[in-house]
């Protein structure tokens, strides 16, 4: 902390937030509307780094908020400058190394679920995205880790579907208008296919 403090404005009233206090810096930036959110490189390139910048340049009433992210040695303070959707401000990251593609390649046609369908991840009730025989897309306000091992219910008028499953990969968010959410890929491991075909044609999207 004291490495980023000293190369901002000595004058300048600071207000410091560690690295598991992501929440309550947002709600701190989106009630001030702060001129400047400098943040450790390192912090930047987390799940939880990443989903606050995001957060900040997708809200409008932050249009004004610049973001910089800062090496802890200036000398390797390098970055890239990427402008806000209204042109008006800029947001400075570190462009990380491209990662591999956590999703991985299709085994089976995903296909969009209708708004409302919900899955049971460990007995939690999460958003279904989209789903294959194979695989889902879903959103969860309880925690989930890549490799993690998952029970899995599928539940409507036809009846219930519980298997196993192992979440593929997981991303934290904070959307706008809404909590803190975690969107996570789930491999099936012992799924009826057949079953969770039929479940898929029911409330897939037209």
């Known amino acids: 902390m004291p490495s980023l403090q000293e190369r901002l404005d000595p004058n300048a009233e600071v207000q410091t937030f560690n ?6 810096a947002l709600d701190h930036i989106i009630r001030t509307k702060p001129v ?12 939880r780094g ?24 200036a000398a390797q303070n390098r970055v890239a400058v990427k402008r806000g959707k209204s042109g008006t401000h800029a947001v400075a990251v570190v462009e990380p190394k491209k990662a591999l593609d956590q999703r991985g ?11 409302g369908v919900e899955i049971a991840v460990d007995g939690n009730p999460a958003a279904l995205v989209d789903l294959s025989t194979v695989g889902a897309q879903v959103v969860s306000p309880t925690v989930l880790k890549p490799n993690q091992r998952v029970r899995v219910a599928l539940t409507d008028d036809h009846g219930a579907l519980r298997f196993n499953g192992a979440i593929a990969w997981a991303a934290f968010e904070i959307p706008p208008r809404h909590g803190p959410q975690y969107r996570a890929g789930v491999n099936f491991v012992d799924a009826d296919s057949d079953a969770v075909g039929a479940f898929c044609m029911r409330h897939k999207q037209s």
């Open 19 to 24: 690295d598991s206090e992501a929440l309550e």
């Open 36 to 47: 400047l959110v400098a943040m450790e490189d390192e912090f930047s390139a987390t799940s």
């Open 50 to 73: 990443l989903a606050l910048i995001n957060r900040i340049k997708d809200d409008p009433n932050l249009g004004g908020v610049e973001v910089r992210v800062m090496a802890r040695n």
């Open 105 to 115: 390649t299709r085994r089976a046609l995903r296909s969009r679920i209708k708004d």
